[in-house]
């Protein structure tokens, strides 16, 4: 089946660093992939829309220059998390699908920790 | 926007005990349903989902949801739960606009089910 790959799954930084978070489609290809971050004892909440080859879509409210949001190839997406601070700490997933419907696939997740 | 409203954050139950967690949603329009588990340790997958014809729709591992339009709800159900059936349960829905859309999700509901 299909597989997502994210990585690291886990990584803790200290204030005002940045942070790179892949998101690679191991045996397809992925036309778009989604970012969603969670907060303790709340809902994934979608924070933006990447299409490989094109800028990423933020849903309201996330900071496009704070999560920056590369989909260089077919394969891979990166979130990149800039000058990090305490309240950026949660869970990060992405997803990816290969085209239109088809179902999405989820990657394990970035528990990311900022000191 | 819509959203994804789950009733129960938690859920105890016996073995053999039938299930059923509701889901409802805020959109007056086409929407795309589905419920996605997360069982320990593992990632989110897809349970089953609804996009049209047949209000009930059967997915893996003996679950089935039914839509009901009226009432905006899309309730996930099994007659008899085994203990491995322990994990975390979201709905989800999006709006089918030809492109490829996030998810929105509920809180997700955690299942616990007991020997």
């Known amino acids: 089946g299909a597989v997502v790959s994210q990585h690291p799954s886990w990584v803790i930084c200290k204030s005002g660093t940045s942070v790179k978070i892949e998101c690679r489609s191991l045996d397809f290809q992925a036309t778009t992939m989604f970012w969603y971050r969670q907060f303790p004892k709340q809902s994934l909440m979608l924070m933006a829309t990447s299409n490989e080859g094109s800028k990423a879509t933020y849903e309201q409210g996330v900071e496009k220059d704070k999560f920056l949001i590369n989909h260089a190839s077919l394969t891979l997406s990166t979130l990149t998390v800039t000058s990090a601070h305490p309240e950026d700490s949660s869970f990060y997933i992405c997803s990816a699908r290969i085209q239109g419907n088809s179902p999405l696939h989820f990657g394990n997740g970035t528990r990311l920790t900022v000191t | 926007a819509q959203s994804v409203s789950q009733h129960n954050h938690h859920v105890i139950l016996s073995e053999a005990a039938s299930l059923e967690l509701g889901c409802n949603y805020s959109?007056?329009?086409?929407?795309?349903l589905f419920w996605y588990v997360q069982y320990p340790g593992q990632h989110l997958q897809l349970l089953l989902k609804?996009?049209?014809?047949?209000?009930l729709v059967k997915g893996i591992k003996g679950f089935e949801a039914e839509f009901i339009k009226s009432k905006f709800s899309f309730n996930l159900r099994k007659p008899s739960v085994q203990w491995s059936d322990t994990a975390e349960y979201f709905c989800a829905v999006n709006i089918p606009k030809g492109g490829a859309d996030g998810l929105t999700f509920g809180k997700g509901t955690h299942l616990i089910i007991q020997p």
């Open positions: 959109y007056g329009g086409t929407v795309n």
């Open positions: 609804y996009f049209s014809g047949d209000p």
